[in-house]
């Protein structure tokens, strides 16, 4: 158990919806990060957020936001929700924000988008 | 831009074989380098990883040493499992990049 901890853990929606997800970083720890897994992308960086702030982006569709709050759980929206946005949505954290640190992952909410 | 190359998968093997999965990267400055492993359902658990040049990274009877001049971090595992079946990450974190850059995965199946 790495202590990061995200709801739900399945979601399934229709074409043109929105959805929440909601990611708890390891005690202590004031950076998350978002990641994407798909089939034919691999891991992709998405966003990540340090102590409330946007740190950095990656590959993060207009569609999509995120936000980290003073308790600094963090939640990623997406909307406009297209067939292709299914895959498996992970949160990592860290202490620091830095790139060179250990991020610690959670256990993926699984979207499928129909 | 920083970058990490893997081995292609899928790798079978008998269980007490020998592993090893390849994995080479390209970066600016020193990064650290990890080995991720995401068993059947599961997120991706931190495997070991490796701060230095020279350092070795070991944790469950796996290894990968951090070579600094052929840019490469290969994992290794004298005997394996059939536990050990799942998808190994490459990835390497650098202080130029807030994020971790992460291989395509190789996914692992030790057959009894």
């Known amino acids: 158990d790495s202590g990061v901890t995200q709801t739900p853990k399945h979601l399934i929606t229709a074409t043109g919806q929105r959805v929440t997800l909601r990611c708890s970083p390891r005690?202590?720890?004031?950076?998350v990060y978002w990641y994407q897994q798909s089939l034919d992308q691999g891991l992709q960086f998405l966003i990540q957020?340090?102590?409330?702030?946007?740190?950095a982006k990656g590959n993060i569709l207009e569609r999509f936001s995120a936000q980290q709050f003073p308790d600094l759980h963090s939640e990623l929206n997406l909307s406009s929700l297209e067939l292709g946005d299914s895959a498996l949505y992970f949160c990592?954290?860290?202490?620091?924000?830095?790139?060179?640190?250990?991020?610690?992952f959670g256990p993926g909410t699984r979207l499928l988008v129909l | 831009g920083d970058s990490v190359t893997q081995m292609e998968g899928p790798v079978t093997l008998s269980e007490e074989a020998f592993l090893t999965i390849n994995c080479t990267y390209t970066?600016?400055?020193?990064?650290?380098l990890f080995w991720y492993v995401q068993y059947p359902g599961e997120g991706l658990q931190l495997l070991l990883k490796?701060?230095?040049?020279?350092d070795k990274g070991s944790n469950k009877g796996f290894e990968a040493t951090y070579r600094k001049e052929t840019t490469s971090f290969h994992l290794e595992k004298g005997s394996v499992q059939v536990s050990d079946s799942a998808v190994y990450f490459c990835?390497?974190?650098?202080?130029?990049?807030?994020?971790?850059?992460f291989g395509t995965g190789t996914r692992l199946t030790v057959i009894p």
């Open positions: 990592a954290s860290s202490g620091g924000g830095v790139g060179a640190e250990t991020q610690y």
């Open positions: 005690s202590g720890d004031l950076s």
């Open positions: 957020y340090y102590n409330g702030e946007e740190r």
């Open positions: 970066a600016t400055g020193y990064p650290s």
């Open positions: 490796a701060t230095k040049a020279d």
């Open positions: 990835a390497l974190g650098s202080s130029g990049a807030n994020n971790l850059f």
